[in-house]
């Protein structure tokens, strides 16, 4: 059965702390790999595309890498503003994209 | 103006009614997806459409029904509301272009957090 799994459920952080959130997948046939964020009450907001082993994306504080099952958000120097659930999700061969359950990360000033 | 609008926001109802919760995009998109959103769990598919005329469930379609009225409409009906439905509903959209070798992102709404007592 696929499945995407994200580790750890929630991460509490200094301002300035650098952490890393896995996503790890047994989805077969993978044909791409998101990373959203989610404020509370509010929609998924895309972050990040990746469609293949050792492919990198960054995005300010964020940077996301991706093996053959797994991928990273490292979070680098984070700011309270990036106080957020960040969601994975893995695209399927059948054109499905299926969801994580989320890491809810906390940052204080 | 957002681009993915969703109505009601926020919807308290009993169990047994039916209630129809719609989403209008201004993107211009052709696929349109209802997910719903529960503590602790991901977003789960509930029904999805890549073009007017084709509609697909997803993996939790028991007790819901679906209308892509438009290519901009994509409305999401519960027949008979349980209060296991309750949950943060969510609609998004996502565009194909032809010959495109990747997979373009979902533009997510608002949401709707719907209440059956």
């Known amino acids: 059965e696929d499945q995407v799994t994200q580790s750890p459920e929630a991460l509490r952080l200094q301002e300035g702390e650098s952490s890393s959130l896995n996503c790890s997948y047994t989805?077969?046939?993978?044909?791409?790999l998101f990373w959203y964020r989610q404020d509370p009450g509010k929609g998924p907001e895309f972050l990040f595309t990746?469609?293949?082993a050792g492919e990198e994306k960054e995005k300010e504080r964020l940077k996301a890498t991706l093996t053959k099952k797994e991928s990273f958000l490292h979070i680098t120097a984070p700011k309270p503003e990036d106080s957020a659930t960040y969601l994975c999700?893995?695209?399927?061969?059948?054109?499905?994209?299926?969801f994580g359950a989320g890491t809810q990360v906390v940052v204080t000033p | 103006d957002a681009d993915v609008t969703q109505t009601p926001r926020n919807r308290i109802t009993k169990t047994g009614k039916r209630i129809m919760l719609e989403c209008s995009q201004t993107?211009?998109?052709?696929?349109m997806y209802w997910y719903r959103q529960d503590p602790g769990l991901g977003l789960q598919l509930i029904y999805y459409?890549?073009?007017?005329?084709?509609?697909n469930k997803g993996e939790i379609s028991d007790g819901y029904s679906v209308s892509r009225q438009a290519q901009a409409k994509f409305s999401l009906s519960l027949e008979s509301a349980i209060p296991n439905q309750t949950a943060l509903y969510f609609c998004?959209?996502?565009?194909?272009?032809?010959?495109?070798?990747?997979?373009?992102?979902?533009?997510f709404g608002p949401g709707t957090r719907l209440t059956v007592l």
């Open positions: 990746l469609y293949s």
């Open positions: 999700a893995v695209l399927d061969s059948w054109g499905k994209l299926q």
């Open positions: 989805v077969s046939g993978l044909r791409g």
């Open positions: 998004a959209t996502s565009w194909t272009e032809p010959g495109q070798r990747g997979i373009n992102e979902q533009f």
């Open positions: 993107k211009g998109h052709d696929r």
């Open positions: 459409s890549f073009d007017v005329k084709d509609i």
